[in-house]
């Protein structure tokens, strides 16, 4: 279990009913063959549930998670399922499972659960999940976007104090001034160039951004869409290089960059499944696995070990040695999927996981070898400001993160879906 501000909660270890009998072990990450036979049955029980043959899709959805043991996901389908089909033992035992995790599953799991568990059962599993949504952490308003600025997704910053912003639907880059004054430094619309992902920026260098077309992208058509990596000089807005692959963004989308301590620049790409290097006139393949899900962020530690985030998946080692990518362990009891940003602060990574509920920033330290997680705890989680946090950046001791992307708000094409009204983006700030 990740754990709060350092204190320490007990993980009920249960086993679902599975037919395993196996104590769960102190770390976990599935091996590939355990991967693959958990999506091979995660997919039979999706076609079960879609005829409406719900006894048969909980039996697949049950071995899936036998395959994957304490994935969120597959948790919340059992008890849902169990719910449905008059389980009650075993959808109550997943959803403990779940709320050991320190999460809460969505509204119509728990409507199930609330109609299946007797009353007493519910009550202290409501107080559980009640438990897991409250805030935890404080953090600090650094900056307040205008409306203007539509969907901000990546942040970076520079010693002078400027931030940096790259916008999804404005499709433009944003320089705020530690005066708090905010100016568009590069058009991408103009440049033909869809929208704008992760950012990183150098002293002497210049600040990279990634950019891709994706569907809230306004604007352009998908075959002039196009993915890659930017350098800029933000001070006159010139570009002083533009690496893009092949093709459209169809089938990829450089998502995250990061620099690392030699002055490596790797990107991820989320669609195509792979982290690419800057080297020469290109982004070359430096890393591919057939396991990898969606690579988000990537981060260099302070022991150099380089580590991506897979939404669906957790964390990755990237051997830069050997060149093969392994998956992190983590302790039993902690789930790591669902990481959007991931950022080096100090002497530990912090991780925006924003693909779980509540939405929270995770502190992650590495063992020595960085093949496992030895610590993960909750460095803020539900704030008032949060509405979906995406990327975050450290500079000079400081943390900041885009907290209020509003991604919730916006439909294809950029637009704001029915009942949303443009907002300010929060930038918050956390500093140690």
Known sequence: MITAMGKYLPVLCISLCLGLGAPVPAVMADSEDDFAASQAARADAVAAFRSQDLPTALRHMETALAYRPGHPLLLGYVAYLAAETGDPALALAAANSYADLGLVPGADIRAALEKALPGDAWQNLQARFDANAAAVGTAQLAASLPDSLRLVEGIAASADG??????????????????????????????????????????????????????????????????GLLLLDPATGQVLGQWTLPGTSENAQVADVTITASGSVFVSDAKGKAVYRLEGEGLVPAYRHPGFMSPQGIAEDSAGHLVLADYGRGLWLLNTGSGEPTLIEVPAGTSLVGIDGLARHGDRLVAIQNGVNPQRLVTIRLSADGRTVADATILAQALPDFDEPTLGTSRGGTYYFVAASHWPSFAPGGVLKDGAKPAPTAILSIRD
Do not use: H, M, N, W
């Open 162 to 227: 400027t931030l940096y912003f790259g916008t999804i639907v404005s499709r433009a880059l944003y320089a705020r001034a530690s005066d708090g004054q905010v100016r568009k430094i590069f058009d991408g619309a103009a440049a033909g160039l869809g929208s704008f992902f992760g950012l990183a920026y150098q002293e002497g260098r210049g600040l990279f951004a990634t950019f891709a077309t994706i569907d809230e992208t306004p604007g352009i058509a998908a075959a002039d869409s196009k993915t």
